[in-house]
């Protein structure tokens, strides 16, 4: 997350709003492997499928907090450049997902255009050791160091996020690790985010307004997402199925699950459903910036499963229904899953809900 001087820069966050109860989590802490922090990471994932990541007191955090305050000039400066000029890098989806998005593109739940426009930046195309590097204007390609920097500090976060899990679920050491060689063509990304401002609210008129996401509810197919923001707006569904806010902590970042974890566990880990809607109180007449390292295996990993034993039935009905639309087959390779669960959520055959969450 960014530092409290530009957390601060912003309005604060209303005190009203029903707020999500994610655990705070030293990455101290892991490093220095305390058990039971290794624990409360086992129970983030397992029930909400998000916590905070405290970054304070190591050398990684405090220099991810500086890349992140580094980073959002250079996303405002970007989204700044005229639509022809971003339009040139535009995404070649369903072949590529890489470069721009503008506003618009795709629809929400009740069928408006979104109101985000995002850059997306592959780690492959930023190393240049596996693919060519990638195409960008010059506001985005003389920042190329830094974003290696903080891909960098974020593998070395995420591994002991990975090593946490795998000591709490007596799997080997490097169960999930294995498959997140950077060497390796992956899918991993930095997504760089601007959501339109909408219209500057009383805090009393936060409670009865009906929110309408910027881009449609979901889970994250890869294995785990770091986020950095400042301005409120993310919700994550709680286990009674309502929505709750995430207030922004300075010098934290957010973390969750995505599918592949899910996969990976049979269900034990848990991939929690979640959206951005506009910022909160007096925030709602500020663009909403935010971006996000969403961590992904290497093109050639196998979708199977590492620990679980065998599914209930509830959820092996679950996992059947996956299967009917090319999504969670055990065996699969990486890049096949990840391609057939993208285009079930282009071509609507994938309910959006959250998955795993189940006892060992």
Not at 32 to 57: H, I, K, Y
Not at 104 to 130: H, Q, R, Y
Not at 192 to 200: E, R, V
Not at 325 to 350: H, Y
Request: one cysteine or more; hydrophobic letters at 40%; proline letters at 7%.
């Amino acid at each position: 997350m960014a530092s409290a001087k530009l957390i601060n820069s912003a309005p604060p966050f209303p005190d009203t709003l029903p707020v999500a109860n994610l655990l705070k989590i030293s990455l101290s802490s892991l490093i220095s492997g305390d058990p039971a922090s290794a624990n409360a990471v086992l129970t983030a994932c397992r029930t909400l499928g998000f916590f905070q990541l405290d970054l304070a007191n190591t050398p990684i955090g405090e220099a991810m907090t500086h890349l992140v305050d580094s980073i959002f000039p250079v996303i405002h400066e970007t989204m700044e450049l005229p639509l022809h000029q971003k339009m040139e890098y535009t995404q070649d989806a369903p072949r590529s997902f890489i470069g721009y998005k503008a506003l618009g593109v795709m629809k929400t739940a009740s069928g408006a255009p979104d109101n985000c426009e995002f850059w997306t930046i592959a780690e492959d195309g930023i190393l240049g050791t596996t693919v060519p590097e990638q195409p960008m204007p010059s506001s985005l390609g003389t920042q190329r160091g830094v974003f290696k920097e903080y891909l960098a500090h974020g593998r070395a976060v995420v591994e002991y996020i990975f090593h946490a899990l795998a000591a709490q679920l007596h799997i080997p050491h490097d169960a999930f690790t294995q498959f997140h060689d950077p060497t390796r063509k992956s899918g991993t990304i930095i997504r760089l985010l601007q959501y339109a401002p909408g219209t500057p609210r009383h805090e009393e008129e936060e409670e009865n307004k009906e929110e309408e996401p910027g881009l449609p509810a979901h889970t994250d197919f890869g294995s785990i997402t770091l986020l950095a923001n400042v301005l409120g707006g993310l919700q994550v569904l709680n286990p009674r199925g309502e929505w709750e806010w995430v207030r922004p902590e300075a010098g934290c970042l957010i973390v969750n699950m995505g599918d592949a974890m899910v996969e990976w566990t049979a269900g034990v880990l848990r991939s929690n459903m979640h959206r951005v809607v506009c910022a909160p109180g007096e925030q709602a007449g500020l663009r909403r910036v935010s971006f996000a390292m969403l961590v992904r295996p290497f093109k050639e990993a196998r979708m199977e499963r590492l620990v679980g034993g065998s599914i209930p039935s509830v959820e092996r009905d679950r996992e059947e229904g996956m299967e009917k639309i090319g999504v969670g087959i055990d065996g699969m390779t990486a890049w096949e899953w990840e391609l057939k669960k993208a285009m079930a959520l282009k071509e609507g055959r994938d309910c959006a809900r959250s998955h795993g969450g189940r006892e060992l």
